[in-house]
Every structure is written in structure tokens, then in C-alpha cells.
């Protein structure tokens, strides 16, 4: 029975991947939650002039100021895929590569800082402004992980598609010359 008991403890511990992915995503929150309280207590600060400046801005629409403004839709569908990505890295950990797993946790650490300022502040302190350089939103550090995330993953899966269209292309050559 001893043996079975260190058995089944032994598969309940968290590997040292499990703990790496734990600590990008923790780590990531307390960054951009420290970014964002420090901005609200700076107001505005000019970080590169001309070009970066960190301005407080209290987005509560969705993404690039699009949306009803509605907290709870937001949070909501918001706890949906993050649920979702979650579900995905636990239930698929065999199949899925480290790269793969660490930018989802990028993903999973942005849409949990996001999620838990809906939920304190109504709203997703934004702050990091090229305002003076080009049109674009203001965003804040999440959403860069979570765009690297995504922006990653889609070059893994190209690059997967790839791969797998010219593997498939060689085994079709290969059967035409057999032939």
C-alpha cells in the first residue's frame, strides 16, 4: 500500500515545466499590475520624448476601443477563453511543444492581468502611448504578451503547415517515381 501512496503522490507534483509556465505567468501579472499602479500614481511621463510616452488611459471597451462597454461581457467571455487555453495546456500537455506552451501562457498571463482590472476597476488601465510616432491605441504590457503570444503561435503553425506540406510533397514525389 506504501508504494501505491508514493505512487499516486508522486503524479500529483507539478513537473518543472508545469512550474516554469506557472512562474512566466505569475510573473507576468505582477509585472504589469506593478506597471499599472505606478502609471496611475505617475499620471503621464515622457519615456523616450517624441516618441513613447506612458499616459493613463481607463480603457473599458475591448480591444482597440471596440465593444459595448459592458464589464461583465467582457470578463465573462474574457474567463471563457482564457478557460479555454487553460483546458488546452492541461488536457494536451503530451502533444503540445514548450515554445507552443509558453506562448500560450504569454496569452494566459495578459488576459489574466486584463480580467482581474475589469473586475477590481471596471476598466483596463492602458498607458503606453506612440501617440506622437504613429495612430495607434494606447495599450499597456499585457496586451503585448498577449500579441507576441499570438503572433508567435501563428508563425509555429505556419511553420508546422509548412513543413507538412512539403513532407506530403516529397511522399507524393516519391510515389510518382516509384511508379
Not at 496586451?143 to 516529397?170: H, L, Y
Amino acid at each position: 500500500m506504501e508504494k501505491e501512496e508514493k505512487a499516486l503522490i508522486k503524479n500529483k507534483k507539478l513537473s518543472k515545466e508545469a512550474w516554469l509556465f506557472i512562474s512566466i505567468v505569475i510573473g507576468i501579472v505582477v509585472l504589469d499590475q506593478a506597471l499599472k499602479i505606478w502609471v496611475q500614481n505617475i499620471g503621464e511621463l515622457a519615456v523616450i520624448p517624441g516618441i513613447l510616452k506612458f499616459k493613463l488611459n481607463e480603457n473599458t471597451s475591448a480591444a482597440y476601443g471596440i465593444g459595448s462597454n459592458s464589464t461583465l461581457t467582457y470578463v465573462a467571455t474574457n474567463i471563457v477563453i482564457l478557460g479555454v487555453i487553460f483546458k488546452f495546456i492541461t488536457t494536451q500537455n503530451a502533444f503540445v511543444d514548450t515554445k507552443l506552451k509558453v506562448f500560450l501562457s504569454f496569452i494566459l498571463a495578459g488576459g489574466i492581468s486584463n480580467v482581474i482590472e475589469r473586475v477590481i476597476r471596471g476598466y483596463v488601465t492602458e498607458f503606453m502611448d506612440f501617440g506622437e510616432v504613429i495612430n495607434f491605441p494606447v495599450f499597456n504590457l499585457a496586451d503585448i504578451f498577449i500579441i507576441i503570444g499570438f503572433v508567435a503561435m501563428a508563425a509555429i503553425f505556419a511553420s508546422f503547415t509548412v513543413k507538412e506540406w512539403r513532407s506530403k510533397k516529397v511522399e507524393k514525389s516519391l510515389k510518382d517515381n516509384d511508379k
